[in-house]
């Protein structure tokens, strides 16, 4: 995605952002991108600067914000309690709760992802399952 500040023939100024700078180039040719406060078509880009991240030295891991309050705080602490304590098992969460609660399997202690509808249906069916406050970090194999 690349992000563009944008202005029309009338001095409104706004922003858009496009898949590539070519999208913004064929969506402009095709009079697809108009100003937000009058719908001029006759839009050009604004001189920006990109925003660019400095490069980390090589082995150096990014270093984590420290809790700006007492209620950022109580949710790190949270994640970091239930990330200790139970397993990651990602987009399985509904069908691992499933089988546990019908006893198919050992209970332990899971997080994971679950689609609105797949949530409803084990609360429905009576599972005991909660919402976290928070995404779970993505796990690779």
């Given at each position: 995605?690349?992000?563009?500040?944008?202005?029309?023939?009338?001095?409104?100024?706004?922003?858009?952002?496009?898949?590539?700078?070519?999208?913004?180039?064929?969506?402009?040719?095709?009079?697809?991108?108009?100003?937000?406060?009058?719908?001029?078509?006759?839009?050009?880009?604004?001189?920006?600067?990109?925003?660019?991240?400095?490069?980390?030295?090589a082995?150096?891991?990014?270093?984590?914000?420290?809790?700006?309050?007492?209620?950022?705080?109580?949710?790190?602490?949270?994640r970091?309690?239930?990330?200790?304590?139970?397993?990651?098992?990602?987009?399985?969460?509904?069908?691992?709760?499933?089988?546990?609660?019908?006893?198919?399997?050992?209970e332990?202690?899971?997080?994971?992802?679950?689609?609105?509808?797949?949530?409803?249906?084990?609360?429905?069916?009576?599972?005991?399952?909660?919402?976290?406050?928070?995404?779970?970090?993505?796990?690779?194999?």
């Amino acid at each position: 995605m690349i992000h563009y500040d944008l202005k029309c023939p009338k001095g409104h100024e706004f922003d858009g952002w496009f898949a590539s700078a070519s999208a913004f180039d064929s969506l402009l040719a095709a009079g697809h991108v108009a100003c937000t406060l009058c719908g001029a078509k006759d839009v050009e880009k604004r001189i920006m600067a990109p925003a660019v991240r400095p490069a980390r030295k090589a082995g150096e891991k990014p270093k984590l914000q420290t809790p700006a309050n007492e209620l950022e705080a109580a949710m790190a602490e949270l994640r970091a309690k239930i990330e200790k304590n139970s397993e990651y098992v990602g987009l399985n969460f509904a069908a691992e709760a499933r089988a546990m609660h019908e006893g198919k399997i050992d209970e332990r202690s899971i997080y994971g992802e679950a689609k609105p509808d797949e949530a409803r249906a084990l609360l429905e069916d009576g599972i005991p399952v909660a919402p976290l406050p928070f995404m779970p970090k993505r796990q690779a194999n």
